[in-house]
């Protein structure tokens, strides 16, 4: 079946500071990919999404590539911010198995906590 | 437009009863999924509905079911409430216009809690 597996944190870092969170995945086929962020007492919001081999996803200084030869999209932001604080969550859209045609199903990762600090 | 709403955002029950979630899409949206998030399972996919019909369902017991009503909005029940059906449920719709995986959106959740 489908997975995700991310680094599951917590991570915590300093203002200014580069941030890479890894997520590598299975699927069969040619999911699209997702980095989602929850903030404390919200639901998900997304981040950014690639749908192909190659596709760069980018919003708000993040950033993450779809590379199929290695089945990552990891997540990187050059200089976080206070404001970063959150718990993020990488996933894939795939065809649902045994559903009706055109479902397609989120699979998550786990979720990597960042807390930044001044 | 508006995003994703979820109705009740707190809800308190006692182990035994049974409980019913609402979830209005963002306008023109045909697709509605459900999740529970827990601490200790993460999110797991409840189900899905699609023109009033579940099209996908994910490995729940039968005590959670939902529906779907001609304008899109969907709701779901819980019955027989237990302790660990104590969670944050989430619900995400999209545009579903069929030409492949879609972004889901997600409204801000109904945390449940069952004493």
């Known amino acids: 079946g489908n997975s995700v597996t991310q680094m599951e944190g917590p991570v915590t870092l300093s203002e200014e500071a580069f941030l890479t969170i890894n997520c590598t995945y299975t699927a069969t086929g040619y999911p699209s990919l997702f980095w989602y962020v929850q903030y404390p007492g919200e639901g998900l919001q997304l981040l950014l999404k690639a749908t192909k081999a190659d596709d760069k996803g980018s919003n708000k200084g993040f950033e993450a590539t779809y590379r199929k030869e290695t089945t990552s999209f990891h997540l990187e932001k050059g200089s976080v911010q206070v404001s970063d604080s959150a718990v993020y969550f990488c996933?894939?859209?795939?065809?649902?198995?045994?559903?009706?045609?055109?479902?397609?199903?989120?699979?998550f990762g786990k979720g990597t906590k960042l807390s930044v600090i001044p | 437009k508006a995003g994703v709403t979820q109705t009740p955002r707190y809800l308190i029950k006692t182990r035994g009863q049974q409980v019913t979630l609402s979830c209005s899409p963002i306008s023109g949206h045909r697709s509605v999924s459900w999740y529970q998030q827990t601490p200790g399972q993460g999110l797991q996919f409840l189900f899905e509905?699609?023109?009033?019909?579940?099209?996908n369902k994910g490995n729940f017991p039968g005590r959670f079911s939902g529906r779907q009503f001609s304008n899109s909005r969907s709701e779901m029940n819980v019955s027989t409430l237990e302790l660990g059906d104590s969670a944050l449920y989430l619900c995400?719709?999209?545009?579903?216009?069929?030409?492949?995986?879609?972004?889901?959106?997600f409204g801000p959740g109904t945390r449940l809690l069952v004493l």
């Open positions: 509905y699609f023109s009033e019909t579940q099209r």
């Open positions: 996933a894939l859209s795939a065809p649902a198995p045994n559903s009706g045609a055109g479902s397609y199903q989120l699979t």
């Open positions: 995400a719709s999209s545009l579903d216009t069929g030409q492949g995986p879609e972004t889901q959106y």
